[in-house]
């Protein structure tokens, strides 16, 4: 088992443009998480998928953020319009039904410039 | 509301014991982690306690609970080099189903020779 894959790692991107990132869970994993870590912070809630069902959506994830899994396998969180504000780590981790363990992938972290 | 709160930083030398402290507010935590980031990196999950026990112990990590106090603590015994990173400590309300982890800002720990 490889453990949740995200990409890329890294993003540079200027305010304004539209980002779209990727991750793989585990695989057999049913609910996928996608957290927001900002310098000096621990990580913060965005939205959680159980198989393609988005279940839960934070506060955080204004109308600029959309996340999809379409076939319950991979997800992607899309930005649009970046602001600077944006700039953080995004974090995803993933569970198996029954288990209350999240494992996390190593992150991919975005600076809008 | 759910709050968990850590110190900022820890120091102590390689071989002595590391004692990491955290606080929560919301009595109807289920489970509590600890998770560790290293530089650059995601979360490395260390181990976890389910809230109606007292202490889980896992070879160099002891954790300890005191449910009535909200004060959850991660003992790493003959404390390595290779243990300096930020630990955080997280809670969630799980029921059987995915529930969303609540972090705090993370304490990084620093061990000198």
């Known amino acids: 088992d490889t453990g949740v894959s995200q990409d890329p790692r890294h993003k540079i991107t200027k305010r304004g443009q539209n980002v779209t990132f990727r991750c793989d869970p585990i695989?057999?994993?049913?609910?996928l998480y996608w957290y927001r870590q900002t310098l000096g912070q621990g990580p913060e809630f965005l939205t959680y998928?159980?198989?393609?069902?988005?279940?839960?959506k934070s506060r955080l994830l204004s109308d600029r953020f959309s996340a999809e899994r379409p076939k319950g396998s991979f997800s992607t969180l899309e930005i649009q319009r970046t602001e600077q504000g944006d700039s953080a780590m995004y974090l995803c981790?993933?569970?198996?039904?029954?288990?209350?363990?999240?494992?996390f992938g190593p992150g991919t972290r975005l600076l809008v410039l | 509301g759910e709050d968990v709160e850590q110190s900022l930083f820890l120091s102590v030398r390689e071989g002595d014991s590391s004692v990491i402290n955290c606080t929560y507010t919301?009595?109807?935590?289920?489970?509590l982690y600890w998770y560790k980031q290293e530089p650059g990196a995601g979360l490395q999950l260390l181990t976890y306690?389910?809230?109606?026990?007292d202490m889980k112990q896992d070879q160099r990590l002891t954790v300890l609970l005191n449910k009535k106090d909200k004060h959850l603590s991660l003992r790493i015994a003959d404390t390595q080099t290779g243990d300096s990173a930020i630990y955080f400590c997280?809670?969630?309300?799980?029921?059987?189903?995915?529930?969303?982890?609540?972090f705090g800002t993370g304490t990084r720990l620093q061990v000198t020779l």
């Open positions: 695989s057999e994993h049913n609910r």
């Open positions: 981790a993933s569970s198996l039904p029954g288990e209350e363990t999240q494992y």
């Open positions: 306690i389910f809230s109606n026990m």
């Open positions: 998928f159980q198989n393609e069902a988005q279940l839960e």
């Open positions: 919301d009595s109807s935590s289920t489970y």
């Open positions: 997280a809670e969630s309300m799980g029921t059987g189903t995915a529930s969303k982890l609540t």
